[in-house]
């Protein structure tokens, strides 16, 4: 099932994606879903990020070959990172590159798992209780601030520097998905989720034991080898197979 945030004429809404079409559904996507009997062709509406988030906690270097094109080993244990929620947009909204502090932002794709209720201290074995679904997700991240800083808050932390979307797929088995990236039509990463050095029942064990998570919060699996640069005007899209596809342009940030 394909669960979708959309902005139509009466507002804004939740809704299951269905083909061409997209049925709305009451409240909040949490719990057993309520129809509401309104049905809208999805070419009419606009699908915008799958869900607000209270936070977003990402994993650093969790993909051995990026750890290493970084500059060093997948690390023992998870590395932990905190986005804020006001840095997520959706699918076609613009990334904001921020000129006057960064001379260099790099697209980062990834895997996002969204949580389905309120938990703490999971145990691996039973992290798909906790498990909404999944959507695509890019960590964008100023890099020449994130090793100026020696710290990663303000580099991954900038408005726009988190797209999510384009609905959250209820029903893939993260184990071993194709992940890419392209800019501009170019692939620029390309790997699986069955390359993950932590996976992600390890990963919503490991979270979990820090902090409570709450319903709609998101977990950045981590990005594969190949980041790179972007430029004002490029075109961005990570794809998960078995999810979709998220696609944002980069601007200059007024």
């Known amino acids: 099932m394909r669960i979708a945030r959309f902005s139509a004429e009466d507002g804004m809404s939740f809704g299951v994606v269905e083909e061409n079409t997209i049925a709305a559904v009451a409240a909040h996507p949490f719990g057993e879903l309520a129809f509401t009997g309104q049905r809208f062709p999805l070419a009419d509406v606009r699908l915008l990020a799958p869900i607000l988030p209270s936070k977003v906690i990402a994993i650093g270097k969790n993909y051995a070959e990026h750890a290493r094109e970084m500059g060093g080993e997948a690390p023992a244990e998870p590395v932990i990172f905190a986005k804020p929620s006001t840095a997520v947009i959706g699918p076609g909204e613009a990334i904001a590159y921020p000129e006057k502090l960064s001379e260099r932002v790099d697209f980062e794709g990834?895997?996002?798992?969204?949580?389905?209720?309120?938990?703490?201290?999971?145990?691996?074995?039973?992290?798909?209780?906790?498990?909404?679904?999944?959507?695509?997700?890019?960590?964008?991240?100023?890099?020449?601030?994130?090793?100026?800083?020696?710290?990663?808050?303000?580099?991954?932390?900038?408005?726009?520097?988190?797209?999510?979307?384009?609905?959250?797929?209820?029903?893939?088995?993260?184990?071993?998905?194709?992940?890419?990236?392209?800019?501009?039509?170019?692939?620029?990463?390309?790997?699986?989720?069955?390359?993950?050095?932590?996976?992600?029942?390890?990963?919503?064990?490991?979270?979990?034991?820090?902090?409570?998570?709450?319903?709609?919060?998101?977990?950045?699996?981590?990005?594969?080898?190949?980041v790179g640069p972007l430029e004002i005007g490029d075109e961005v899209t990570v794809t998960v197979e078995g999810v979709g596809s998220l696609t944002n342009r980069v601007v200059a940030r007024d």
């Open 110 to 226: 990834e895997l996002a798992v969204v949580i389905g209720r309120m938990c703490r201290e999971v145990p691996a074995a039973r992290a798909a209780d906790v498990i909404l679904g999944y959507t695509c997700a890019n960590d964008v991240t100023a890099r020449d601030l994130q090793k100026k800083d020696g710290q990663w808050t303000r580099a991954k932390g900038f408005d726009t520097f988190c797209p999510l979307g384009p609905w959250i797929e209820t029903d893939a088995d993260p184990a071993d998905l194709a992940i890419s990236t392209t800019v501009n039509g170019e692939v620029r990463q390309d790997a699986r989720t069955s390359q993950l050095s932590h996976d992600i029942p390890t990963l919503v064990e490991y979270v979990s034991q820090v902090m409570t998570l709450l319903p709609g919060d998101v977990i950045l699996t981590g990005t594969p080898a190949g």
